[in-house]
């Protein structure tokens, strides 16, 4: 009985917790390209397990774009510079992202270039961006 309450144990140990084997991977992005967009931000989500940058990029039209930029994790984005309080609706922004595969209004955040020129996060070295 103890042999089977201990094999339980340890497979039961082996699975991983739902929250992990849910979580989504960052394959829909292109990480082979970089975008710049030069925009004025709607929304800064500062949330767990990934942040969000809600951004309206002016398109010539009247009507500016949305774009929906998924950043990483609070403690990964802290490390590159970023902050809660980085970013605020209206500030000018230049956001350096992977864009979606699918061609839609979004990406995933580099680096990000506010208006006073201080950049946070990284530029794609892949690409031999400065």
Do not use: C
């Amino acid at each position: 009985m103890k042999k089977v309450f201990t094999l339980a144990a340890l497979a039961f140990a082996a699975v991983p917790p739902a929250s992990v084997s849910a979580h989504h991977s960052y394959a829909m992005f292109d990480h082979n390209k970089e975008v710049e967009l030069k925009g004025t931000v709607k929304e800064w989500q500062w949330t767990s397990p990934h942040t969000w940058l809600y951004l309206l990029v002016a398109n010539g039209k009247g009507e500016p774009l949305k774009y929906s930029v998924e950043g990483g994790n609070p403690g990964l984005l802290r490390r590159q510079g970023f902050s809660k309080g980085s970013m605020a609706p209206g500030d000018k922004v230049t956001v350096y992202m992977a864009p979606l595969k699918s061609g839609q209004n979004g990406g995933a955040i580099n680096a990000v270039m506010l208006a006073n020129g201080k950049l946070l996060g990284e530029r794609n070295k892949i690409l031999g961006a400065p």
